[in-house]
């Protein structure tokens, strides 16, 4: 089946910190990946995604590389602001599936 | 800007209560969705549509019905609310061609249930 699986958090990181944030992927097939944002008192945005293998997402100053070989699709950032406090969702779908198959979530505090 | 739109973005109410959550979108997409969304944040499906007089329930059994009979709204109905329902309600929607795998969502209407 199709799953997501999404390092879990909290996180916490000082400002200009590094960030990665783990995410591995079961599916069949070839799926089109994606990490979604949810800032406090919001509904979730697309940050980035990535619809076949090697493709890199970028957005914001994020990055994830879509990497077929280790089912993975980490999400990174060189340097986090306060304003990147959110949570962050790992995602995938398959081209006609009903759904998109969310990870658990992952949320980010960064301190000033 | 936003182009899916839920109403009311909070909501207080007693048991037994009839309610419904209001989920309108201007893109003309076809697919339309109900997540609930626990406070640990994990999301789950509970309804879903393709279009016009089409509904599905997702993988969350839930007690809410929804109904699809305009392409651009996709009310949420509780009956009969209970505590069990308090939760946050997030809608999504989807269109075709090159934006077809990507969700768009609305703000979230977060119920409480006293």
């Known amino acids: 089946g199709n799953s997501v699986t999404q390092m879990e958090g909290p996180v916490t990181l000082s400002e200009e910190a590094f960030l990665t944030i783990n995410c591995t992927y079961t599916?069949?097939?070839?799926?089109?990946l994606f990490w979604y944002v949810q800032y406090p008192g919001e509904g979730l945005q697309l940050l980035l995604k990535?619809?076949?293998?090697?493709d890199k997402g970028s957005n914001k100053g994020f990055e994830a590389t879509y990497r077929k070989e280790t089912t993975s699709f980490h999400l990174e950032k060189g340097s986090v602001q306060v304003s990147d406090s959110a949570v962050y969702f790992c995602?995938?779908?398959?081209?006609?599936?009903?759904?998109?198959?969310f990870g658990t979530g992952t949320r980010l505090t960064v301190i000033p | 800007e936003a182009d899916i739109y839920q109403t009311p973005r909070y909501l207080v109410i007693g048991t037994g209560k009839k309610i419904t959550l209001e989920c309108s979108q201007t893109?003309?997409?076809?697919?339309m969705y109900w997540y609930q969304q626990d406070p640990g944040m994990e999301l789950h499906l509970i309804h879903y549509?393709?279009?016009?007089?089409?509904?599905e329930k997702g993988d969350l059994s839930s007690e809410s019905t929804v109904s699809r009979i305009r392409t651009e709204h996709f009310p949420l109905t509780l009956e009969s609310a209970r505590p069990s329902h308090t939760s946050q309600y997030l809608c999504?929607?989807?269109?075709?061609?090159?934006?077809?795998?990507?969700?768009?969502f609305g703000a979230g209407s977060r119920l409480t249930v006293l």
């Open positions: 999504a929607s989807r269109g075709r061609g090159s934006g077809a795998n990507v969700l768009t």
């Open positions: 599916a069949t097939g070839y799926p089109s």
């Open positions: 990535a619809t076949k293998a090697d």
């Open positions: 995602a995938l779908t398959r081209d006609g599936a009903n759904n998109l198959f």
């Open positions: 893109m003309g997409h076809d697919k």
């Open positions: 549509s393709y279009g016009v007089n089409s509904t």
